[in-house]
């Protein structure tokens, strides 16, 4: 029998590990960014109408440059081609969400190892987890300033949510204050290793279903490297999923655990994954980016109504890193 986790979003996610089947005529929203001090009242509206009646939404003219997106993918599979070796010296510290891992995420929904690997960056904690500049020039530098423009757009999407909550504009962003020294935002880097192509998904996928334990993520797809797929928290239960296409040129968010919580689940967090490869399909390696917009460790997050318990941000992310990392670190509820 499976012991229960201590948290209501981890017992969930436990149910998603179905197929299910696919929902492509789902229409995804994109909002448009663009003059986002003089147009906020209107594009408050459609994210609030998209994160709550759709689920999940892609913005465009977010003010990151193509080319500081196109670099920040380059400058992370110089990273990736570094040797196990030299990768293996920068490894994600047990119970922590910063540094090198390699095939260690084991989803809830699915008790196998997503295929991947990744680099976690969150600024604080990085102390002896950087490649060298012999080894990687600049690596450092660029990852930190591609971070700073992503908490930017992440905090503009989360003013306009603390406005339809009640809350302060700035609630959120003195929630995520990164001159803090409990600062838990976090940049990831993500390369899913080259496949065979499969005729039916099976027990291993790229990335099993989940939700994800931040507020916000804001998700960096590369041109063609598809898989990705999503389905509103409000139809988990229904199992229909919608294939995201690789778009280079807008960023697909969702909401996270954090923000349901925070707003007594007027805001619902979304079911996500990636699929391996059918047939025909490319079957190589395939890189994304992810901004994960985590409150501070300090923050107490409470809804309006009370809905949950109050907790930590920081025990509610320990709880969440424990729950994907149980044999890795080798403990467990």
């Known amino acids: 029998m499976t012991t229960p986790y201590q948290l209501d979003e981890l017992n969930r996610e436990s149910t998603y590990g179905g197929v299910g089947e696919d929902a492509d005529e789902r229409e995804i929203p994109v909002i448009d960014f663009s003059d986002f ?25 977010h003010g990151i440059s193509q080319q500081a997106i196109n670099n920040a993918f380059t400058t992370a599979e110089q990273f990736f081609a570094l040797s196990e070796e030299t990768k293996a010296q920068y490894p994600r510290p047990k119970g922590a969400n910063v540094g090198w891992e390699s095939l260690s995420q084991v989803r809830p929904s699915t008790g196998t190892p997503d295929q991947k690997e990744s680099y976690q960056i969150t600024r604080p904690f990085m102390q002896g987890l950087w490649p060298t500049e012999e080894e990687l020039p600049g690596f450092a530098t660029e990852m930190l300033d591609f971070e700073q423009q992503c908490w930017q757009v992440g905090m503009q999407v989360l003013s306009c949510f603390a406005d339809k909550l009640g809350f302060d504009t700035d609630f959120f962003t003195q929630a995520h204050d990164p001159a803090s020294g409990a600062y838990q935002s976090t940049l990831r880097l993500l390369h899913y290793y080259p496949t065979t192509p499969v005729e039916e998904q099976g027990k291993l996928w790229r990335a099993g279903a989940h939700t994800d334990f931040d507020c916000l993520t804001l998700l960096f797809q590369h041109e063609g490297h598809g898989g ?70 300090d923050k107490l997050i409470e809804g ?16 969440r890193i424990q729950a994907n990392f149980t044999k890795a670190d080798g403990g467990g509820y």
């Not at 906020?40 to 009646?53: D, G, R, S």
């Not at 809905?307 to 320990?318: Q, R, S």
Request: aromatic share 10%; net charge neutral; charged share 20%.
């Open 304 to 319: 309006p109504a009370n809905k949950y318990p109050p907790i930590t941000a920081e025990d509610f992310l320990n709880q």
């Open 37 to 61: 001090t003089q147009r906020k009242a209107q594009i408050t509206e459609a994210l609030w109408h998209a994160a709550t009646e759709v689920g999940f939404f892609q913005i465009a003219n």
């Open 228 to 297: 990705l797929q999503v389905c509103p928290g409000k139809e988990a239960q229904e199992g229909r999923w919608t294939n995201v296409p690789p778009r280079g040129d807008v960023i697909t968010c969702n909401i996270g655990d954090m923000l349901q919580r925070w707003s007594d689940d007027a805001l619902q967090s979304n079911l996500h994954r990636v699929r391996m490869p059918k047939t025909g399909e490319y079957t190589g390696s395939r890189q994304s980016i992810a901004f994960f917009c985590q409150a501070n460790k």
